[in-house]
């Protein structure tokens, strides 16, 4: 079964510095896709960076991109020139292709520190 | 509509009473999916809806629970007779193709049973 790992329960960064939350997955499967949702204080969940498994190059999304390493089944969020806005929870999630389930990590807080 | 929404924002219900939970899903996404978020936790999948395909209600944690979507569009997750446990955030996504894409979140209903 696949399964979504954040061993991070809680970072805090320094606002305008760098970050990089962790996620790891397990599965089989060769064809999936990954995601980072951000869920703010308001509930509402809001796609943050999706990575496609075919693709070798990291997607990137203004101040937000990904180290994806297929082999070690990794896929990190690094946040860059972080702002207070940035504070939220942070829910990795993975579907394998072709179907509409999806494994969501446990969520790493993010704290911003002025 | 622009989003997804959701009501109401906040149920507080005593033990042994029913609720119904309604999502609206944004205009023409033909997938639509429940989840539950409890405290320090991940989203559970509930169950998920597919066009007029059958339902998917494998996450679905007992009997108690059961969902509806009318006419492809809005959705009511019923929970009868409530226990403590079922206390939780229910978040509501809406996706425009079943698989691997993006889902739209609603800003959830906040459900505290007494």
Sequence with gaps: AQTVTQSQPEMSVQEAETVTLSCTYDTSESDYYLFWYKQPPSRQMILVIRQEAYKQQNATENRFSVNFQKAA????????????GDAAMYFCAYSTGG???????????????? | GAGVSQSPSNKVTEKGKD??????PISGHTALYWYRQSLG???EFLIYFQG????????????????????????????????QEDSAVYLCAS????????????????????
């Design chain 1, 99 to 114: 179907t509409y389930k999806y494994i969501f990590g446990t969520g790493t807080r993010l704290k911003v520190l002025a």
């Design chain 2, 19 to 24: 609720v119904e939970l309604r999502c609206d």
């Design chain 2, 52 to 83: 007029n395909s059958a339902p998917d209600k494998s996450g679905l944690p007992s009997d108690r629970f059961s969902a509806e979507r009318t006419g492809g569009s809005v959705s009511t997750l019923t929970i009868q007779r409530t226990q």
């Design chain 2, 95 to 114: 996706s425009s193709l079943a698989f691997s894409y993006e889902q739209y979140f609603g800003p959830g209903t906040r459900l505290t049973v007494t």
């Design chain 1, 73 to 84: 089944k990794s896929f990190s969020l690094k946040i860059s020139d972080s702002q207070l």
């Design chain 2, 41 to 43: 936790q991940g989203l």
